[in-house]
């Protein structure tokens, strides 16, 4: 009884919607779409040729304003919107013809895009937060597409200009220049297949949830009509088709491709398709909801180290693992944190994060008089009593030490093949001063001469006349491996962890299993794989380290 009363309820909304529009109505809608669906000309492909290019170009200057822009311009959603109405209609020839103006103005904009972003600067090869935003999309996405598809096809089937002020709207909504424009950006800089990949998924999702809502609209508004199905037989009998839907009919046997059959068979091939784009994008949802929660629950127990008058956070590193997370946290503080303290931390961390979290703890020594002497290196104001506040800085100000240390160190003066990749600062006693230690790569470890020529330069550029320099030399020299799991491996995975301006390059013999060089490489979070095919190197595989110069 509740069934029927629902079947009657959604036939008479359906008559509803239908009486919106007449038979004339829905004649000039159909005209209309598939005219501008299988436009084929010039201004066509300039258009979308210009959309993309102003799309690369926002994006490589991280301008959302311009990326807009080329949203607004972009003629794509046309073509796609005459696919949904291809199916509803079920005309399998105009069907054919718009997928192929979708699948050749897709390839069009990452071609454009790619060859754009090639021949710019490497200062604008960088991912920008408008191009990482595209490259891991959800299932809300997937939302957003096909409330987006609805609004297009509303204001299609809208006669007159009654929905006319939506349509710059709608075009922004749809967003389907970007993701193709991020795509032929990660070809254009090296083929970066995250981003790449990412990014073809987003527009797949769009390209989706456009197809199937517009659709869903389209049968709802009765454009199935009789009236419509014969000025659709007309239309191709008439030959008024564009010029690429001309060419495309001189298909062997695609003019005898009439309507095509069930409904509700294109519905669900239409749903398939939805679903099957709806599991990456749930798996990437999942992801980013875990990596949400993860650092949350690390930022919560590192609270327990943020004493007042006692220690602060210098620095934290987390790195996701597929089944459990390690943290690195640095904290400078005035009493030693035990064993116990770090197994707080894990339990803590892990019960917020529902799975495993790892901590490794570096602790630097600080004295009762290093939060003043900090301070005062910070800039810090002493209160208008005269006495020493004894508060520990915030990290923001940390944060800023850190960065004009690291500044301090770019602008030492050294031997050409002498790099510094990172620095430790150790508070001393008002009688010691600080001892900052740095770590360097070289051909060959620092004469003392040259020790304390380095010290001297970096005490003068961070005004600490009375400033204590140490060094730690990292070697160059390349190792030769015989395993995954060999030592030297944990050994070159602790120094990339630690000094971010370290990578690994691996040189492998090209007789050598691809599967056996991945699995060293995913120890690693920067690494460059070398293909050696001398037949010295037979068989072999070694592993050196690779300073960036700041």
């Known amino acids: 009884m509740i069934g029927d009363v629902t079947v009657q309820k959604l036939s008479a909304f359906r008559r509803k919607i239908r009486g919106w529009l007449d038979g004339r109505d829905r004649v000039e809608i159909f005209t209309e779409t598939a005219v501008a669906s299988t436009d084929a000309s010039p201004a066509y492909w300039s258009l979308l040729i210009l959309s993309g290019a102003i799309a690369a170009l926002g994006l490589a200057l991280d301008s959302a304003a311009v990326v807009i822009g080329a949203m607004l311009i972009a003629p794509l959603l046309a073509p796609v919107t005459g ?27 990452v071609l454009v895009t790619a060859l754009l972003s090639f021949a710019l600067p490497v200062t604008f090869q960088a991912i920008t937060q408008e191009i990482a935003s595209r490259t891991r999309p959800t299932t809300l996405d997937l939302g957003v597409a096909a409330f987006s598809g609805l609004a297009g096809a509303a204001v299609t ?26 795509a032929g950006y990660g070809i254009g ?36 009509q009789e009236e419509v199905l014969e000025k659709d037989r007309n239309w191709h009998g008439e030959g008024q088709a564009a010029a690429l839907a001309v ?46 929660r993860v650092k949350r629950a690390v930022s919560t127990a590192a609270q327990r180290f943020s004493a007042p008058g006692r220690s602060f956070v210098v620095r934290q590193q987390v ?51 290093d939060i003043s002497q900090l301070s005062a290196m910070l800039g810090a104001q002493a209160p208008s009593s005269g006495r020493i506040a ?14 004009e240390i690291a500044y301090s160190l770019s602008d ?20 010691s001063g600080p ?68 990578s690994v390059e691996i040189r492998a013999a090209s007789d050598i299993p691809r599967e056996r060089v991945d699995s060293v490489r995913v120890r690693f979070r920067r690494s460059t794989v070398v293909i050696d095919s001398t037949k010295a190197f037979a068989g072999r595989i070694s592993l050196g380290l690779v300073p960036e110069r700041p």
């Open 412 to 431: 030492v003066t050294l031997p050409d093949s002498v790099v510094i990749v990172g620095s430790d600062l150790a508070l001393g006693d008002s009688i």
């Open 319 to 369: 790195e996701i693992g597929e089944d459990r997370t390690r943290v690195i946290l640095d904290v400078a503080t005035t009493k030693w944190y035990g064993d116990s303290v770090r197994v707080a931390f894990e339990k803590h961390a892990s019960a917020i994060a529902r799975e495993p979290v790892l901590l490794t703890l570096e602790q630097v020594p600080a004295a009762s008089g």
């Open 157 to 182: 089937v809208s006669r007159g200009k009654r929905l006319s002020g939506a349509i710059p709207g709608v075009a922004v909504s749809v967003a389907l220049v970007p993701p193709l424009a991020v």
């Open 435 to 502: 001892l900052l230690t740095y770590a360097y790569t070289s051909r060959d470890s620092l004469t003392e001469d040259a020790q304390q020529m380095v010290r001297g330069q970096i005490a003068h550029s961070l005004g600490l006349p009375r400033l204590r320099a140490g060094a730690n030399f990292v070697s160059l020299a390349s190792r030769e491996i015989s395993s995954p799991i060999a030592a030297v491996v944990d050994t070159f995975s602790v120094l990339t962890l630690r000094f971010s301006r370290l």
């Open 247 to 292: 060419w495309v009919e001189r298909i062997p046997g695609l003019r005898s491709l009439g309507l095509m059959g069930s409904v509700w068979a294109r519905i669900g091939l239409v749903a398939v398709f939805v679903a099957l784009v709806a599991i990456p994008l749930s798996q990437s949802l999942r992801e980013i909801a875990r990596e949400s």
């Open 83 to 109: 696919f949904a109405l291809a199916l509803a209609i079920g005309d399998g020839r105009l069907a054919l013809e718009t997928a192929l103006v979708i699948v050749l103005s897709t390839v069009s904009v």
């Open 189 to 224: 800089i090296g083929w970066n297949w995250l981003i790449i990949r990412g990014s073809l998924l987003l527009y797949t999702a769009n390209l989706a949830g456009i197809v199937m809502s517009a659709m869903l609209v389209f049968l709802v508004a009765g454009m199935r």
């Open 390 to 403: 004894r508060t520990a800085p915030t990290r923001v100000r940390v944060e800023s030490l850190r960065d």
